[in-house]
Every structure is written in structure tokens, then in C-alpha cells.
């Protein structure tokens, strides 16, 4: 059977994602708590069930039958605060929340961002310069996405260092419960915090309104709704794990890519025109989001003559459709230039990634900027020694050392 987990599967999971799409595309796994898992893994079943928020729904509860879901023990106020956001949300309440958050977040404002985008960049690699080396991940990729969503929600920039630490503490839920609370028992205090911030400096946007993304939160509204305030700072938080921890991988898996495969570098570096191209595919080819947040199963759903029962949950591998050659041509070969490029790095359906315009921007800026200003950029470690996280949906490294030549 398939191993599905570990540093050495996360290293480099495409073959096993490949005798998966052609031997159980419908695979299964269950636990030792007797949680059962179905990992999809072809493209055009991917976009099923990501398009399928019928049968496939984000809120556990919405799987269970009515008597069971009033009978299930009220969610600790610390995970209810971390799970219960938009991408685990389904209609009607993801759609109101949707609804709310679109007039906050448009792509007209994310694109004017580009400047100061631009400016935090160069500022980083400014530090770094001189030393023609340097830890790409911890001097450049994780403090890049960090520190623009920080100046989006209008944190002031003091601040900036507590929003790292708070980053580094906050700890996404895993299907196995009884992990979750333990890890959230143990950064209780530094949540807390981050909640007594979080309502400090809400109270002082309301009272002092400024041109942010968190003041737009305060005061959007439709229909007369508003977010209320536990929805408001599940936002945040979504912002800042999901919105950092994306860019991260994207940036360090792109870099990493493009220094693997010098002709592609090259080429980037040489025609800069295709460099929207260039990032969708190396979403696509790299996959920071490895797979889909979980979805579950709101009754018997048949796929490939197995059945999933309801209550299973439904892994969608984004990194195995998306080097699916059912779907693209030569999907292991790094193309800059692929075109049509249908991936689904960014999701599909409702639930599709509400921040892909930023991480699109952050990926052009970041790719562009470390291109032009260290010549001669090359990996300082052996690909084989590179270390990954061990994340059950992101796929991102450690560190990523480089050298380049000193002007």
C-alpha cells in the first residue's frame, strides 16, 4: 500500500500520486481512531468534487444525520475560533460570509498593491545582499507574505515581529481531534494574546477608521449584515496562516523549480513578458497547497465501484491532478509557457481561493525581484539534503540556502 505521510513521501510524492491516478483513484485510508479518508487523486474527479458542495461539504456536522448533529458535544471556544471560517463553511452560511468579504478584498485593490509589494521586496533582499548568501525561506519567502498582510490589514509595523511569532504558533487543525487540542492547549496563552490584540486594535479602527483591509472588514456590509466579531477574527486568521503559509511554499517551491531546471531559469530571467505564465505554472508544477481542505461526504457516494460511506472524509490532491497527463501534456516537464493552463492550485467551485490575486502578485513580484537583483543564484545544498514540513495539506520546505555572486 501506498505511504501517504512522512519526510521522505513529502520530499518527492509524485510517483506515489502517479500509481495512485492509474491503480486506486479512489483510495482509502483509515486511522487507528477508525476516521476514514478517501484521497482522490485524477483531475476531472478532483473537479468533481471540488465543484460538488452538495454531496462533499466543509462543516463535519452538515454530514450527520440531523439527531447526530444535535447531539455532538459544543466545539472548545479556541478551536471554534480556528476552524470555524470561510473554507469550512458551507451555503448558506459560506455564501453570506463570501458575499461580505468580496467588498473588502477585490482585485482592483489587490493590484494596486504592487508598488509597496514592490518596495518590501527589494527591502528584504537589501538586507541580504552583501552577504551573497543566504536562507531563501527565513530571509526572503516567509517574511515577504508576512509582512504584506500585515500592512494590508494595517498593523503597524512594530508590531510586525508578534505577528510572526503569532504565525509561527497558530496551528491549523488536523483530523485527528485529540492532536489539535493538545497543540492548541499549548499555544492557549500566545492566542490569547493575539485575541486581546486582535479586539484592541478593532475597537481603534472603529473609532479611527484608516484605508485597510481591517477597517473594510469593520464596516462592510450587505443587506444590512455585518461580520460579526468571532467571524472577523477567523478572517485574520485565515489571512495570516493560510494567506502566508501559501506564498511561503509558492515562492520557496518555485524558486527551488526554476533552480533545478536551468533552462527554465533562463528563460525566465531572459523574458520576464511571460512571467504570469510562469507563475501559474509553477503553482501548478510546485503545489504549495498539496491538497484541499478536507470536504466530507453528506451521503454514499460511488467512485471507481467503491463506495465512500457518509461521515468519510475526502482528501482532493491538488498536486496529483495537477500532474495529471489525462489533463496536461508532459505534466512532469517544467513549461513556462504552458498554455492552456487549467490547474487546481487555487481550488474550483465556491471555495475557490479568495486570496489567489494576491498570491499571484506576491509570486510575480517575488520570482522577478530575486531574478534581477542576485545574479549567478544557486542552491547551496544538495537537493537530496532539503528538508520539507510535514504538513497534512501544504507542501513547503524548511530552508532553501543559496549563494549568489557579490556585485
Not at 501506498?2 to 500520486?17: D, E, H, R, S, V
Not at 513578458?273 to 508544477?285: D, F, G, K, N, Q
Amino acid at each position: 500500500m501506498p505511504t501517504l505521510f512522512g519526510p521522505n513521501f513529502k520530499a518527492n510524492p509524485y510517483p506515489t500520486y502517479a500509481w495512485l491516478r492509474d491503480h486506486a483513484p479512489a483510495h482509502s485510508h483509515t486511522n487507528r481512531h477508525g476516521v476514514t479518508t478517501w484521497y482522490i487523486t485524477r483531475y476531472d474527479d478532483c473537479l468533481a468534487v471540488l465543484r460538488d458542495h452538495r454531496r462533499f461539504v466543509k462543516d463535519y456536522r452538515n454530514a450527520l444525520p440531523s439527531a447526530e448533529r444535535g447531539a455532538l458535544p459544543a466545539m472548545p471556544p479556541l478551536l471554534r475560533l480556528i476552524s470555524n471560517h470561510i473554507l469550512n463553511m458551507d451555503e448558506p452560511d459560506h455564501t453570506r460570509l463570501r458575499v461580505l468579504i468580496n467588498d473588502a478584498f477585490t482585485v482592483a485593490m489587490v493590484e494596486a498593491l504592487a508598488p509597496r509589494l514592490q518596495q518590501i521586496a527589494d527591502d528584504l533582499l537589501d538586507r541580504v545582499n552583501d552577504r551573497g548568501e543566504m536562507d531563501l525561506i527565513e530571509d526572503f519567502a516567509f517574511p515577504f507574505p508576512i509582512i504584506v498582510i500585515a500592512e494590508l490589514l494595517g498593523i503597524p509595523p512594530e508590531d510586525r515581529a508578534r505577528f510572526r511569532r503569532w504565525s509561527s504558533a497558530i496551528v491549523a487543525p488536523t483530523a485527528d481531534t485529540a492532536r489539535t487540542l493538545r497543540k492548541l492547549e499549548k499555544s492557549r496563552r500566545t492566542m490569547e494574546d493575539f485575541i486581546d490584540y486582535l479586539r484592541a486594535i478593532c475597537a481603534q479602527r472603529r473609532a479611527e477608521p484608516r484605508d485597510d483591509l481591517l477597517t473594510s472588514l469593520l464596516q462592510v456590509e450587505a443587506d444590512g449584515d455585518r461580520l460579526r466579531e468571532e467571524e472577523l477574527f477567523s478572517m485574520v486568521l485565515l489571512l495570516i496562516v493560510v494567506g502566508h503559509e501559501t506564498s511561503d511554499n509558492l515562492i520557496g517551491n518555485g524558486m527551488l523549480a526554476l533552480l533545478e531546471d536551468g533552462g527554465a531559469y533562463r528563460e525566465l530571467q531572459s523574458d520576464a513578458s511571460i512571467m504570469p505564465l510562469a507563475v501559474e505554472e509553477l503553482v501548478r508544477y510546485a503545489n504549495p497547497v498539496e491538497r484541499a481542505p478536507m470536504r466530507f461526504a453528506a451521503e454514499p457516494v460511488t467512485l471507481h465501484g467503491r463506495e465512500m460511506a457518509r461521515g468519510d472524509s475526502v482528501s482532493v490532491v491538488l498536486a496529483a491532478a495537477n500532474r495529471d497527463p489525462r489533463q496536461f501534456v508532459a505534466p512532469d516537464r517544467l513549461d513556462l509557457t504552458r498554455s492552456p493552463n487549467r490547474h487546481l492550485g487555487f481550488g474550483m467551485g465556491i471555495h475557490y481561493c479568495l486570496g489567489a490575486p494576491l498570491a499571484r502578485l506576491e509570486g510575480r513580484i517575488a520570482f522577478t525581484t530575486l531574478l534581477r537583483r542576485l545574479p549567478g543564484l544557486q542552491l547551496a545544498a544538495t537537493v537530496e539534503s532539503l528538508r520539507w514540513h510535514t504538513h497534512p495539506i501544504m507542501r513547503g520546505l524548511r530552508h532553501l540556502p543559496v549563494t549568489w555572486s557579490r556585485g
